[in-house]
């Protein structure tokens, strides 16, 4: 189970938000932190949701998520709990973060270089964030796994030095295909970085090989990663870590999705695709009763599309229709 904590956020990376953001929901239609702890015991008590993670926005600016987190964790002290940030005002919060229950986190870092890291989330935060990640390592909240997109001719040339680094530190880097879902409507199938060709910069350094562990649904397509140490023998050193691909756009894993996710103002999405929702928390504030809301949201997720529809070999899928809600108002 995704749940938005939020729709606001302190970044405007260039393929999620517009410079200018958005407008925010108002306080009264976002859930409290009493209808969290609600629903997603439902989830957990009725419909089987055997981990949570949360996201946003940017669930750092919620003044309420240690309160959040531990209530969570009182109810259900085995649920492992992660979240996604952007890591701005990590460094101050990992250890309340821990100390409250949260299992581990992943941070969003598309680049290592302050000019780069600027240009695409339109803020000087780097060393934020990079004080975020190791904080979060070392209040223990690890594995850190680390999200990066690549956009093509700001930061794809980074890809391996990215991988070094993160190799260098323990951390489990994860490269995002960019999805259309900016709130510029920008994202176009022919600059999109692919999953092959994130293998194909990575190939330059590293050679990377099936990572044996089944994916058991998991986003991400996991591959051992080792040094290339001449272009002839295909690389022979040692595993240093693994690196994830998220292909969503060329290589989807629908078939194997087992996500529900509730936005920030309690609203079902079986797909971050769907252009369908379901209000859960009008339905609860009417004063519904937990079977109800459990009712309600298993028949949404009946209604979870088969495909997202836009994995068709063509340049322009003229059937794929991007939804009006961007990641950061969906909760990615
Ligand atoms: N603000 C937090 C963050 O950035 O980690 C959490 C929310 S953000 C929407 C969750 C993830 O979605 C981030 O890793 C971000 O890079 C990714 N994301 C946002 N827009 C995307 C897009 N258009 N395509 C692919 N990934 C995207
Ligand atoms: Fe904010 Fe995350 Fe979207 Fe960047 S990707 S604008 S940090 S919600």
């Given at each position: 189970m995704r749940l938005s904590l939020t729709d606001k956020c302190n970044l405007r990376c260039t393929y999620c938000m517009p410079a200018e953001g958005l407008e925010w929901l108002s306080k009264q239609a976002v859930m409290t932190a009493g209808e969290i702890v609600r629903i997603v015991g439902i989830g957990v008590g009725q419909l089987g949701v055997r981990e949570l993670r949360l996201t946003g926005g940017e669930p750092l600016v919620r003044h309420d998520l240690v309160d959040i987190i531990s209530a969570l964790r009182s109810n259900h002290p085995d649920l492992p709990i992660s979240m996604t940030t952007n890591g701005v005002g990590l460094a101050k919060k990992a250890a309340a973060l821990k100390a409250a229950g949260l299992t581990r986190i992943n941070v969003s870092l598309d680049s290592l270089h302050e000019e780069t890291f600027t240009q695409l989330?339109?803020?000087?935060?780097l060393d934020q964030v990079l004080a975020g990640v190791d904080a979060a390592w070392a209040a223990g909240l690890g594995p850190v796994k680390l999200n990066a997109v690549l956009m093509r001719g700001i930061n794809d040339a980074e890809a391996p030095s990215l991988l070094d680094w993160a190799l260098g530190r323990g951390y489990e880097l994860r490269f995002i295909e960019q999805m259309p879902l900016d709130a510029d409507h920008g994202w176009t199938r022919r600059n999109m970085i692919t999953a092959a060709e994130i293998r194909q910069l990575l190939s330059a350094d590293f050679v990377l090989s099936a990572d044996p562990r089944a994916r058991d649904g998991a986003p991400a397509e996991r591959f051992e990663v080792r040094r290339r140490t001449a272009r002839s023998d295909g690389g022979s050193g040692p595993v240093l870590g693994t690196v994830g691909i998220i292909a969503s756009v060329t290589e989807p894993f629908c078939s194997d999705c087992r996500r529900t996710r509730i936005t920030a103002e309690g609203k079902i999405m079986s797909c971050l695709f769907s252009r369908e929702e379901f209000d859960l928390l009008g339905l609860l504030r009417t004063g519904a009763s937990d079977e109800a809301l459990a009712q309600r949201w298993q028949d949404a997720m009946w209604l979870k599309p088969k495909a997202h529809g836009m994995d068709h070999v063509g340049l322009d899928a003229p059937d794929f229709v991007q939804p009006d809600r961007s990641m950061s108002a969906i909760g990615g």
């Open positions: 989330t339109r803020r000087p935060f």
